[in-house]
């Protein structure tokens, strides 16, 4: 359960900001995320780390010389949006291009994927590495689709040991992945998480059960059975770890025996004792073992074993000094305070302010029609909140509600201020599609952000808004959520609603309807099929993991 | 919950030895506790902690350069044993004299009290530390009798750090007396916490409710609220702590924010930007502070906040670097592994191995009948353990089941073992003594063990068991056991029973009845007393704080 809060919408931000005024000497904060306080060498790789909040020490902890160079942080368990990961990444930048490492989850990789294209379309080189270390959430020959959890950490530290040895971007790329391939998590759950604010938990473990493989998020494992002793649950985390053993696999791991939240430091221990004695017996030699909690989930119960199967490159990189809030390794000695640099002067100041082009007077009145229906949208989505999330929980990590319900009011507020500035149908439309998708968070935010902002380039400023153009809107949203999202009709996704929205509000306006008119008769279509949808889930957006 | 286990009463030690396993460069394991395993120069004072187990880091977290030179670990929230105190300490000694720092708890007290006169009687100056720093575990004009909680570490890492640049004793007392005549903590439980093995918490606190000043053991707080924001909880904590302030307080203030287990570090995070902010309002300065779990509960629920009111002395050794597996602050450097010292090896060894002293026949069969005494008595304690467990939880820390049961049949299996090595009356009472003693942990194994000592002494293992001796050995066996316990009749402690019994020997066998039958009697005196005690609790010697 989580206690310590004033308000659960502002949970991740004030963490945040907590964390940063108690490590001055290694991070300071920036808007979405934290950057290193120490200064680093013009040129060298920028290695910038993130996800969503609630994961702490993952991932501001693990940010300082010799680790990582920044790291976003989303909402709890929401990724972080495009542009705070864009932002973040455009001033840890030092010239020598950057590396992206998250989990891979399709809010991230959808987030850190479009925040890369931007960052290249400003002449930045950028790799992006999806960590998918935990081999219950996909098969072997679907490693590609496997989620992200403790080997991160694995992953991340040798990345950044390698930025911090000066390679070039290609060469810290290759190393990242090197480890990554060499990686694998395998985990229990003897309990959920609570999130901050609500009244029961996100997910839950039978008592006297452990979910094994159970996701960080609550993300469906591969089973459930009684928990065991400690000696037997350390021979099966042993085991399936071996069994995934990649090619090429040495007799040095790297070991990282990860708590989830509430499992006392001494429990992993206790577990460590037989977990060492099983390596020993498969001829192994764990190197430098991290015992404690490095990726958690809130309050979950469970831990988690991760290897990486190290070469002598790997295993310099994992015992090179670094020196962050949550881990310490050897001596890095005095690093001087950072400066701010030209790119961060760029981003910072009040030159970010928007400023809405010209309008026409239909156009302004359109907007404010536009600014009127996302206020409706929030209101509606706000009342819906809590049974979005409780079913969300079901099928997903239960935050689908809150996140539509932030992301719509800060549409609705972002739309609104446009318009009262006197900004058109466009813009005002851009406006809420741009907060939306910065403020939702997660795979939802980002497609429902992308795809209003599609429509938004259908419109214009100055021109009246009619028929066509709503139909070009609706058409041009469509494709961008189908594009984004990878979901296709029948696919129990938003797509489902909309392709027939979009399909009727062409026919109506082919045959002459008008625009109004025509919103009001597809928007009973898409009601009907999403009710015919026998078993809709509020998976609207939450798409699969892009490629 | 404590979930990963293979035995509960070996989770102790099964937790230290993986914990020694992942820090070999820190610490290596000896019989009941860890020393650094760095080198420590000769003549170094020696500052050595401990107490009960299931608080990581407290206490073996913080033995290291810079801070602690050994730890002394009991079983789960039960005080180490003596001969623990006595032996980890001996080894730790580098000619310079020793600390020990603990907890004022009175098994802690007891028994590293004890250990310091057994080390003075071997010639090494030895000074005691009972930090109290817990302002809701007794009153303002008490100060003496208060808790050790979070403080704990405040004052050890001061007294480490004043040790390592090599202040005398004398100084290092002074100046460790100084920090905790400075340290205050306040704390809050959301929950409580279950032993390892326990079928159900060992202490609960009502759902939406904060425990005020609840105990780490869940010893009783000042009082019960619904659960408050962070900030008001800070204001709270920040306020109790400041109206503590010590004479001659400054402005600069080393500060702890705790999590007792399960509290999640980002909550941590939220409640430390509103204590930070009413640090700065009442215009003082939080140097270095700690936000994480430094001294923790197993899995309960909650927060505490310690101050220290920092001199420039006090400031230094706060600042000052050390390198422990819990907290590293600076930089150490290369220290060179420890080489086993003189005192150690002569600890160490089959040398240790009970030799006993030659026995005449009759003793021996007194001898035989004493362990027989002794396994009667282990099995009724194994029956009543959970009785015993569940009485003591609404008193004490229900520990006092587990450790009756586990001292007893530790006493039996010595007594059993001396009786069949040839041992007479008086070794095989020792031996199923001391057993007693460094086995149940905990105030009462101490009583238990000291008290069997004392009424060994009036036996012999040549001379045969006369009634007289019976007598001579029961009177000894209560005064030793309400001098160390401080308990008098009518304090519902043993004495209750304890003193009848004795009276009842004394008159039978003045009245020429012989040892067998005396004693029969004078234990259905005892029995018939400790029934008329109406609500006699579990506190078998479960006596004050002494001093």
Redesign the interface.
């Known amino acids: 359960?989580?206690?310590?809060?004033?308000?659960p919408e502002a949970?991740?931000e004030?963490?945040?900001?907590?964390?940063c005024?108690?490590h001055p000497r290694l991070v300071r904060a920036v808007p979405g995320g934290v950057l290193r306080a120490t200064a680093t060498p013009a040129g060298k790789v920028a290695v910038v780390i993130g996800g969503g909040?609630?994961h702490?020490?993952a991932f501001a902890g693990y940010v300082g010389p010799g680790f990582a160079d920044a790291a976003v942080a989303g909402d709890v368990f929401a990724s972080p949006s495009t542009r705070l990961v864009h932002d973040v990444a455009a001033r840890a930048h030092r010239g020598g291009g950057i590396l992206l490492g998250f989990g891979n989850y399709a809010g991230d990789v959808l987030n850190f994927g479009a925040a890369a294209e931007r960052l290249r379309s400003e002449g930045i080189d950028v790799r992006v590495l999806p960590v998918t270390d935990d081999i219950a959430s996909a098969a072997t020959h679907e490693i590609a689709r496997r989620r992200g959890v403790a080997g991160d950490v694995a992953v991340f530290k040798i990345a950044g040991a390698a930025a911090e040895a000066g390679l070039s971007l290609d060469a810290v790329e290759l190393v990242a992945r090197a480890a990554n391939d060499r990686t694998r998590s395998f985990g229990v759950a003897?309990?959920g998480c609570t999130l901050p604010g609500a009244a029961g938990p996100l997910f839950a473990v039978p008592g006297g059960q452990?979910g094994i493989g159970l996701g960080i998020h609550g993300e469906p494992g591969i089973g459930e059975s009684p928990?065991v002793?400690?000696?037997e649950?350390a021979a099966l985390l042993v085991r399936r770890l071996l069994e995934e053993a990649p090619e090429g696999a040495g007799s040095r791991v790297a070991v990282i025996l990860n708590g989830l939240?509430?499992?006392?430091?001494?429990?992993?221990?206790?577990?460590?004792?037989?977990v060492?004695a099983e390596l020993r017996e498969a001829g192994l030699t764990a190197v430098a073992?991290l015992?404690g909690?490095y990726v958690?989930s809130?309050?979950m119960?469970?831990?988690s074993l991760t290897f990486t199967w190290l070469d002598d490159a790997l295993e310099a990189f994992w015992l090179a000094p670094c020196d962050t809030a949550a881990l310490?390794i050897g001596?890095?000695?005095e690093v001087a305070p950072a400066e701010e640099t030209e790119a961060e002067r760029g981003l910072a100041g009040p030159s970010s302010l928007p400023l809405w082009p010209a309008a026409s007077p239909q156009s302004q009145a359109s907007g404010r029609i536009i600014a009127g229906g996302f206020a409706r949208l929030a209101a509606a989505l706000k009342e819906a909140e809590a049974d979005l999330g409780r079913i969300d929980a079901q099928a997903g990590d239960g935050d689908h509600g809150q996140g539509m319900a932030r992301g719509s009011a800060a549409a609705a507020a972002a739309a609104q201020a446009a318009s009262k500035a006197g900004a058109g149908a466009a813009s005002v439309l851009a406006a809420g599609a741009n907060a939306w998708a910065d403020r939702a968070g997660g795979t939802s935010g980002a497609i429902w952000g992308l795809g209003l902002l599609a429509a938004a380039r259908a419109l214009s400023d100055t021109a009246s808004v009619t028929a066509d153009r709503v139909r070009l809107a609706a058409e041009q949203a469509l494709e961008s959520v189908m594009t984004i999202g990878g979901a296709k009709p029948g696919d129990k996704t938003l797509v489902d609603a909309l392709a027939p929205f979009v399909a009727s509000l062409s026919a109506e306006t082919s045959a002459g309807c008008g625009a109004a008119l025509a919103w009001r008769r597809s928007a009973e279509v898409a009601a009907n099929a999403a009710e015919a949808t026998a078993q809709l889930r509020p998976r609207l957006g939450r798409a699969r993991p892009l490629g």
């Open positions: 359960m989580t206690h310590l809060l004033d308000a949970f991740a004030q963490a945040l900001q907590g964390f005024a108690i909040s609630g702490y020490p003897f309990g452990m928990i002793p400690a000696s649950l939240g509430s499992t006392k430091q001494e429990e992993l221990f206790v577990l460590w004792g037989s060492a073992p015992v909690e958690t809130l309050d119960e469970g831990c310490r001596a890095v000695g």
